[in-house]
């Protein structure tokens, strides 16, 4: 393996870190990494809101369902969608922007996801730690009334940034076989990979929480999917101006 695969591969999601600061050569070198990512078309529908203001950032835990690690991180970034400047390049050109196609939804929202993982590898290249944050998804329009989001962005997902306090484990994925296709779509063999790591993760709780854990990926998943979340997600990106009429 050369190097990057192997932090890739070392990937962990860090929940404790120290005091010691990210300087804002860090943050840049961060940013910048981020925007080499792929992007549709060269649109770079992305926004990056850097939060370093502790009274925001335990506003934000307390969204997010009191996660300590939002509040205590040195640098929580926000990473938000944003149509908002390809709007501005449309008017500018005395162009209308047609905003209101889910197309322009999935390219903002995958732009967005490609970003943010380049600046998670870059940060870690440079001994950081970072974990994703879904739950500021919990309450959008209290990230958007805190962070002045305006109209056609929305925040996607945070991620917490810092330097590690203490190691944590690497968490097992999924046989390769279960995710790799080969020609065309194949569901053979799909429940025995899944029984595969269900053994792997039960044993992995197990052991991370000296027994006080005892469950598998597929309960994990089915109470995950047993009911809807965040339901009122479509009326809040529909007032952002994220319309989905064709």
Known sequence: MNPV???LRRH???????SEPV???MLEAIVR???MASTS?????????AVMNPDTKRALAAVTGGQRHVEQCPVLLVWCADLRRDRLACAKEGTDMVSDTMENFVVATVDVALAAQNAAVAAESLGLGIVYIGGIRNDLREVTRLLKVPELVFPVFGMCLGFPDRDSSVRPRLPVRAVLHRETYADDGQAEAIDE?????RDYYIERTGGKRDTTWSKEMADKFARPVRDYLRDYLEEQGFRFDR
């Open 197 to 201: 790591y269900d053994r792997t993760m």
């Open 5 to 7: 695969i192997e932090l």
């Open 23 to 25: 300087t804002d050569d």
């Open 12 to 18: 962990r999601s860090i929940r404790s870190y120290t």
């Open 41 to 49: 078309s060269n649109v770079q529908a992305y926004s990056v809101i």
């Open 33 to 35: 990494s981020a925007q």
